[in-house]
């Protein structure tokens, strides 16, 4: 079974940019279509991009898309979220997702990202 493990997160201006990096255990990662998602205070988890097993097709929901880039390297098991142009409504605990066999996910424990204004 694959763990996730993400990072990078943090405190950063309106503006600013962040990188988020997902390292995953296991052989598998190539595998599987990765996500991130996001849980804002007092909010429902929100789906923010995700990325074929080849890095090939990716999709973004509308609120990041042009502001946010997702990626993987399938050889260093890690999957990024390269996160530009940050507003206040981006403040979440972002999360690494793993679309693992049978319909089921697999998450990472989070990583708080907090946007002032």
């Known amino acids: 079974q694959v763990q996730l493990v993400e990072s990078g997160g943090g405190l950063v201006q309106a503006g600013g940019s962040l990188r988020l990096t997902c390292a995953a255990s296991g052989r598998t990662f190539s595998n599987y279509a990765m996500n991130w998602f996001r849980q804002a205070p007092g909010k429902e988890r929100e789906f923010v991009a995700a990325?074929?097993?080849?890095?090939?097709?990716?999709y973004y929901t509308d609120s990041v898309r042009g502001r946010f880039t997702i990626s993987r390297d399938n050889g260093k098991n890690t999957l990024d979220l390269q996160m530009n142009s940050l507003k206040p409504e981006d403040t979440a605990v972002y999360y690494c997702?793993?679309?693992?066999?049978?319909?089921?996910?697999?998450w990472g424990q989070g990583t708080q990202v907090t946007v002032s204004s």
């Open positions: 997702v793993a679309d693992v066999e049978a319909g089921n996910k697999v």
């Open positions: 990325i074929s097993w080849n890095g090939g097709i990716t």
